[in-house]
C-alpha cells in the first residue's frame, strides 16, 4: 500500500505567491514558502500559474525553476497552458509532472501529445465535475497519471467511471471526512487551503492520521528508546550535521522524551543539562531544524541526526558551533561533489569578477560559439583518447572536456543541483 500524500498547493502571480485562484492578495516570498513546505513534511507541491500573458507566464516559469532548485519533494505545475510547448516548459523548469485543465477547451489534444513525447505518468488532469469523465473516459485512461479532483462531492461517482488514482481538494479542515477520504483506496493525497497555512502541523497531522490506520510518509523508527545505551544521566549524545553538506552543526542531548518528541513532530528536539527542560530547537530564535535522518553508531550510544537547518545552529550566530581551530593541515580535496562545486564556483567567480589573463574570461569573452566549439573539440579527444591503449590520457581528457561543459553550464545559468535532479528523476 502506498503512503497517503499531504498536498500544498502555491498559487503564483507575477512571480509572487499569492493567497488563491481569485485572490491575488501576496503571501510570504514563495522560495522561502516552497522550502518550508519541504521540510515541515508536505509531500508534494502543486504549482498553479495563474498568469495572463506570455511575459509574466514567462516569470512563472522562472520561479517554479528556482523552486526546484530549491526543494527536493514533488513538484507539480500547471496553469496557462495552450499547446505542447507550455508543457514542456513545466518539465524543463524541473517539475516532475503538469497538471492540465480539463475545463479547458483544447486540453485533450494537449495533454494526448504531452502523454506521446513525456509519458502518461508526467500528466495529471484537474476536474470538477463527473461530466468530464463520463464523455472522456478513454483519453483519461489513456493519458493521464492521476486526476485532481477539485469537488470532492463527485468522488463516488468519479469511481463508478474510473479506477484512477486522485488527489482531494478539501476547501475546509474537515478531520473526520479527510480520514474517510484517505481511507479511501484510490485516494493518492489531499490538498486545501489549511495545508497551506504554515501555521498547520503537518506532522502532527500525519501522526494523527497514521493512528487511524492510515499509512503516511512520517518517521516510522526503526529503533525504540530501550535500544540505546544512555549514558550516566540517561540521555544519549546527538551529533548534528547539514543534510546537504555534511558539516557538523552542533552536539547535543537527548532523553526518552526528547527523542518521542524529535521523531513525532520532524522537529530536531533536546533535553537542556543546564535548564533541565526539554526544548526544541528554534522555538525562540526561529532557527528550527528538520529531521532528516536519525542515524545509530554501531555501539548505540550516540545519534548522528541530518537536518535542515534553517538560520545559525550555533547560539553566537555561526552557522555552526565548530568554528575555534586547534590544528589544521593543509589537504588537497578529492570528494567529487565538492571538487565540482568548488570549480564551478571559481568559473561563476571569474564571471562576476573577471580577472586579467584568465582562460574562462576569454571563454566567457568569446562567447557561446567559442565555448561550444571547445566542448566539441574536447568531446573529439576524449573519443581519441577512449582509443588508446594508456588509460592515463582519458582522464585528462574528460578533466577538460567537465570544465569546458561548466563554463558552458555558467553561461547558461545551469547549476549542478538541477544536473543531479534531472538524474534523480530518470
Same mark, same amino acid.
Given at each position: 500500500?502506498?503512503?497517503?500524500?499531504?498536498?500544498?498547493?502555491?498559487?503564483?502571480?507575477?512571480?509572487?505567491?499569492?493567497?488563491?485562484?481569485?485572490?491575488?492578495?501576496?503571501?510570504?516570498?514563495?522560495?522561502?514558502?516552497?522550502?518550508?513546505?519541504?521540510?515541515?513534511?508536505?509531500?508534494?507541491? #502543486?504549482?498553479?500559474?495563474?498568469?495572463?500573458?506570455?511575459? !509574466? +507566464?514567462?516569470?512563472?516559469?522562472?520561479?517554479?525553476?528556482?523552486?526546484?532548485?530549491?526543494?527536493? =519533494?514533488?513538484?507539480?505545475?500547471?496553469?496557462?497552458?495552450?499547446? &505542447?510547448?507550455?508543457?514542456?516548459?513545466?518539465?524543463?523548469?524541473?517539475?516532475?509532472?503538469?497538471?492540465?485543465?480539463?475545463?479547458?477547451?483544447?486540453?485533450?489534444?494537449?495533454? !494526448?501529445?504531452?502523454?506521446?513525447?513525456?509519458?502518461?505518468?508526467?500528466? #495529471?488532469?484537474?476536474?470538477?465535475?463527473?461530466?468530464? =469523465?463520463?464523455? +472522456?473516459?478513454?483519453?483519461?485512461?489513456?493519458?493521464?497519471?492521476?486526476? &485532481?479532483? &477539485?469537488?470532492?462531492?463527485?468522488?463516488?461517482?468519479?469511481?463508478?467511471?474510473?479506477?484512477?488514482?486522485?488527489?482531494?481538494?478539501?476547501?475546509?479542515?474537515?478531520?473526520?471526512?479527510?480520514?474517510?477520504?484517505?481511507?479511501?483506496?484510490?485516494?493518492?493525497?489531499?490538498?486545501?487551503? @489549511?495545508?497551506?497555512?504554515?501555521?498547520?502541523?503537518?506532522?502532527?497531522?500525519?501522526?494523527?492520521?497514521?493512528?487511524?490506520?492510515?499509512?503516511?510518509?512520517?518517521?516510522?523508527?526503526?529503533?525504540?528508546?530501550?535500544?540505546?545505551?544512555?549514558?550516566?544521566?540517561?540521555?544519549?549524545?546527538?551529533?548534528?550535521?547539514?543534510?546537504?553538506?555534511?558539516?557538523?552543526?552542533?552536539?547535543?542531548?537527548?532523553?526518552?522524551?526528547?527523542?518521542?518528541?524529535?521523531?513525532?513532530?520532524?522537529?530536531?528536539?533536546?533535553?537542556?543539562?543546564?535548564?533541565?527542560?526539554?526544548?526544541?530547537?528554534?522555538?525562540?530564535?526561529?532557527?528550527?531544524?528538520?529531521?532528516?535522518? &536519525?542515524?545509530?553508531?554501531?555501539?548505540?550510544?550516540?545519534?548522528?541526526?541530518?537536518?535542515?537547518?534553517?538560520?545559525?545552529?550555533? +547560539?553566537?550566530?555561526?552557522?555552526?558551533? @565548530? @568554528?575555534?581551530?586547534?590544528?589544521?593541515?593543509?589537504?588537497?580535496?578529492? *570528494?567529487?561533489?565538492?571538487?565540482?562545486?568548488?570549480?564551478?564556483?571559481?568559473?561563476?567567480?571569474?564571471?562576476?569578477?573577471?580577472?586579467?589573463?584568465?582562460?574562462? *574570461?576569454?571563454?566567457?569573452?568569446?562567447?557561446?560559439?567559442?565555448?561550444?566549439?571547445? =566542448?566539441?573539440?574536447?568531446?573529439?579527444?576524449?573519443?581519441?583518447?577512449?582509443? *588508446?591503449?594508456?588509460?592515463?590520457?582519458?582522464?585528462?581528457?574528460?578533466?577538460?572536456? #567537465?570544465? +569546458?561543459?561548466?563554463?558552458?553550464?555558467?553561461?547558461?545559468?545551469?547549476?549542478? !543541483?538541477?544536473?543531479?535532479?534531472?538524474?534523480?528523476?530518470?
Amino acid at each position: 500500500m502506498e503512503h497517503k500524500n499531504i498536498v500544498a498547493t502555491i498559487y503564483l502571480k507575477n512571480g509572487q505567491a499569492v493567497r488563491g485562484m481569485d485572490d491575488f492578495t501576496p503571501v510570504d516570498d514563495v522560495i522561502e514558502l516552497a522550502r518550508f513546505y519541504n521540510d515541515s513534511g508536505i509531500d508534494k507541491i #502543486l504549482i498553479f500559474d495563474l498568469s495572463d500573458d506570455d511575459e !509574466e +507566464h514567462e516569470k512563472n516559469i522562472h520561479v517554479i525553476k528556482n523552486i526546484n532548485r530549491n526543494v527536493e =519533494i514533488k513538484v507539480c505545475a500547471g496553469g496557462n497552458i495552450n499547446r &505542447l510547448e507550455d508543457v514542456k516548459k513545466f518539465i524543463y523548469a524541473g517539475c516532475l509532472q503538469v497538471i492540465v485543465n480539463g475545463a479547458k477547451q483544447g486540453s485533450m489534444e494537449i495533454a !494526448e501529445e504531452a502523454c506521446k513525447r513525456f509519458g502518461k505518468e508526467r500528466i #495529471l488532469v484537474s476536474i470538477a465535475n463527473v461530466d468530464f =469523465i463520463f464523455k +472522456h473516459q478513454e483519453e483519461i485512461r489513456e493519458n493521464f497519471h492521476e486526476l &485532481l479532483v &477539485l469537488n470532492r462531492t463527485v468522488l463516488d461517482a468519479i469511481e463508478n467511471i474510473t479506477d484512477l488514482p486522485y488527489i482531494v481538494n478539501f476547501d475546509a479542515c474537515d478531520y473526520e471526512k479527510i480520514v474517510e477520504v484517505l481511507k479511501r483506496n484510490n485516494t493518492r493525497g489531499i490538498a486545501g487551503d @489549511f495545508i497551506n497555512d504554515p501555521q498547520t502541523d503537518i506532522m502532527e497531522l500525519k501522526f494523527r492520521l497514521s493512528r487511524e490506520g492510515i499509512k503516511m510518509d512520517n518517521f516510522a523508527p526503526a529503533l525504540g528508546w530501550t535500544d540505546f545505551k544512555k549514558n550516566s544521566d540517561g540521555m544519549v549524545p546527538v551529533v548534528v550535521q547539514d543534510y546537504r553538506t555534511d558539516e557538523v552543526l552542533m552536539v547535543a542531548y537527548m532523553n526518552e522524551e526528547a527523542f518521542d518528541t524529535t521523531v513525532r513532530t520532524g522537529r530536531m528536539t533536546y533535553y537542556s543539562r543546564s535548564r533541565q527542560e526539554l526544548w526544541t530547537k528554534g522555538m525562540t530564535s526561529g532557527h528550527v531544524q528538520y529531521v532528516k535522518s &536519525l542515524t545509530a553508531d554501531c555501539d548505540f550510544d550516540t545519534i548522528l541526526a541530518k537536518v535542515s537547518q534553517i538560520g545559525a545552529a550555533c +547560539h553566537t550566530g555561526n552557522p555552526t558551533c @565548530f @568554528f575555534h581551530d586547534i590544528v589544521k593541515k593543509e589537504y588537497v580535496e578529492k *570528494n567529487p561533489l565538492k571538487v565540482l562545486e568548488d570549480v564551478y564556483g571559481i568559473i561563476l567567480d571569474r564571471r562576476e569578477h573577471p580577472k586579467e589573463g584568465s582562460y574562462t *574570461n576569454y571563454l566567457f569573452d568569446k562567447g557561446i560559439d567559442k565555448i561550444l566549439k571547445k =566542448i566539441g573539440e574536447e568531446a573529439t579527444e576524449i573519443v581519441i583518447a577512449a582509443k *588508446n591503449p594508456d588509460p592515463e590520457e582519458i582522464k585528462y581528457e574528460i578533466s577538460d572536456f #567537465l570544465y +569546458h561543459m561548466m563554463v558552458l553550464m555558467a553561461e547558461k545559468g545551469v547549476t549542478w !543541483e538541477e544536473i543531479t535532479q534531472e538524474l534523480s528523476q530518470r
